[in-house]
């Protein structure tokens, strides 16, 4: 059989693990396995890959990517590379371990249909942080037209759960690269968009971190206001100015609020002769 026609036509190979499969597994040589770039997970961690690689050595890959089949011509002939589709995390912990072939099942996807499958089969398959879950969602109602309802019924979650997913994408990017670094969680994240004050949500986020705070923690102080305008003030401003403030003019019930360009001091006045009196006084 000539050259080029054989590495059109992978070798099957049988393996106990996944021999109760209905889809035709092949074991393809791992050098003609590519990534793909359009996948939407952009980040692994070195300790879960490392993880990963470990239980693939004892127990080997119970999982076969999904890849697609890229024909190509060399000097050799008529070959092939399969572009990942689904697996990309297995991909890279076999290579940690040397692994020569790897089992796949090739789908036959036309180009224009590879991106929406590599969302949908890493959002289903893959443990994906909510930031590149919500680029995944904005990139199948965006790009290809899909509704949250649609993507709800392929993904297999409620829509209303999609919705809260991409409304973290309006987050601030040191919120967002916090998240994709686990540094707090979807819950917290879902708290924080929820506040539409900047500075507000700014000192919740830090407060999160600073404290160690838990979602219930946070979800209990922002309720009971511990964490609301005030705290945005210095401490100078806090413990010394607001007192004083209200004890000067306690007559007139002051309230002060924080807002984005400065500071508000509310005063109430029964009458206009009050008013008429206290302008009288501070000039």
Known sequence: MPRGIESLIPKRKENKELKNRKENIFWIEIEKIKPNLLQPRKSFSDKSLSELARSIEKYGILQPLIVRRIEKESS???????????????????????????????QDIKKEDEL?????????????????????????????????EEISKIIGISRESIANTMRLLNLPQNIKESIRKKEITEGHAR??????????QEKIFQK???????????????????????????????????????????????????????ISLILRFSSPKELDDFLNKIS
């Open 116 to 148: 929406p499958i590599s969302l949908v089969e890493n959002i289903q398959r893959e443990d994906l942080n909510p930031i590149e879950k919500a680029e995944a969602f904005k990139k199948l109602n965006k790009d290809f037209g899909l509704t949250q």
């Open 191 to 200: 708290i924080l968009v929820s506040e539409k004050d900047p500075d507000l």
């Open 76 to 106: 050799k002939g008529l070959g092939a590379d399969y572009q990942i589709i689904a697996g990309e995390r297995r991909y890279l912990a076999a290579k940690m371990i040397g692994l020569k072939e790897l089992p796949v099942i090739i």
């Open 208 to 262: 999160i971190l600073k404290d160690k705070m838990s979602v219930r923690e946070v979800e209990k102080s922002v309720k009971n206001k511990k964490i609301n305008n005030n705290q945005i003030f210095s401490d100078n401003l806090s413990q010394k100015i607001i007192p004083k403030v209200k004890n000067i003019l306690k007559t007139y019930s002051p309230s002060i609020q924080k807002r984005k360009n400065g």
